[in-house]
């Protein structure tokens, strides 16, 4: 019988996954598959899995939970050298990256979306060590998925990244980078910066509007340092994705990036993956073109 891994993030979002185990086993085995359950249990669990996962027999392997939750499959799968198609139930808090992909909102639709087998190859980064599969960010806002009270962010949803945005902004202080690309190089004052494999991140869902998640560049939009009454209007142009050209924004694509902080403060030297805890700058940002196959629904 064909063999499906699905992993699940029991504390995701409103944690209502559970209630739907016995329907996606149903579903599935009705398809003629064999449902392989994990249930995690801890921070970086999914991740473990996969050190004495056996992918022999197996056609894919299902993730239900957010962009962290999708962060840890694939450092599992891609450091331990598993090749399957990885879908994505989106039950996190975010799940931008499950929107880019056009995943539905609801259990059902995915399932269909899975048993049509429509697969795409996408391209996947890797900052110093870490893989991640749509940002890698540092500065302002960035660590707040990081630092969020789990109950807080389950009872309140996204809103609870906006409220604990917000209490950041006492904090609103630019740090200088060089960031180097194969085009040149440049130094300045940013108040954070994001390097986008998809359109969004963090809500924001046109960040990079012509970003594409398979052809082997990334986008990197930093906000510039300037003065504070500029940064209502700035947010705004981010919202309705009008910001690529204005002078606050610093806007390239690569395919490889190196960024620098130029300050001494330990403060500055943390980075973001998909909302996970990222390595410490300096980073070697590569892209991978193509490394990874997803069931997409676009």
């Known amino acids: 019988m064909k063999k499906i891994q699905l992993l699940y993030n029991p504390m995701a979002g409103d944690r209502s996954f559970r209630y739907d185990l016995d329907h996606v086993l149903a579903k599935f085995n009705e398809a003629g598959y064999q449902l392989h359950i994990y249930r995690s249990h801890a921070k970086g669990s999914m991740k473990q899995f996969f050190e004495t996962f056996d992918p022999e027999g197996f056609e894919g392997v299902i993730v239900s939970g957010g962009d962290g939750s999708l962060n840890e499959a694939i450092n599992g799968m891609l450091h331990h050298n598993i090749d399957l198609p990885l879908g994505v139930i989106p039950s996190g808090t975010s799940n931008d990256f499950a929107r880019f ?4 909102d609801h ?27 749509n940002v890698c ?24 990244y906006y409220i604990k945005g917000i209490e950041q902004l006492p904090n609103f202080k630019p740090f200088p ?15 954070v910066f994001l390097i986008l494999n998809s359109t969004g991140a963090g809500g924001f869902q046109k960040l990079a509007k012509g970003a594409a998640i398979d052809d082997g560049l990334f986008e990197l939009v930093a906000i510039r340092a300037c003065p504070l009454h500029e940064i209502p209007r700035l947010f705004i142009q ?3 994705g009008e910001h690529l050209n204005e002078k606050n924004i610093f806007y390239t694509r690569s395919s ?14 943390e980075s973001d993956l998909d ?15 193509k490394k990874l196959t997803v069931f997409s629904n676009i």
């Open 137 to 160: 960010s540092g500065g302002l806002f960035t660590t707040v998925s990081q630092n969020i009270d789990l109950d807080f962010k389950n009872t309140l949803g996204k809103m609870a």
């Open 256 to 269: 490889e990036f190196y960024i620098e902080c130029l300050s001494e403060d330990p403060a500055f030297y």
């Open 275 to 289: 909302g996970e805890k990222g390595p410490n700058l300096p980073l070697k940002i590569q892209v991978y073109p």
């Open 107 to 133: 259990v059902e639709g995915c399932l269909d979306v899975f048993l049509r087998r429509n697969l795409k190859k996408i391209d996947i980064g890797k900052a110093n060590e870490q893989f991640f599969i």
């Open 238 to 240: 981010i919202l309705r």
């Open 101 to 104: 992909l056009n995943m539905p």
């Open 177 to 191: 980078l060089r960031i180097t690309t194969g085009q040149g190089s440049i130094e300045e004052d940013f108040y």
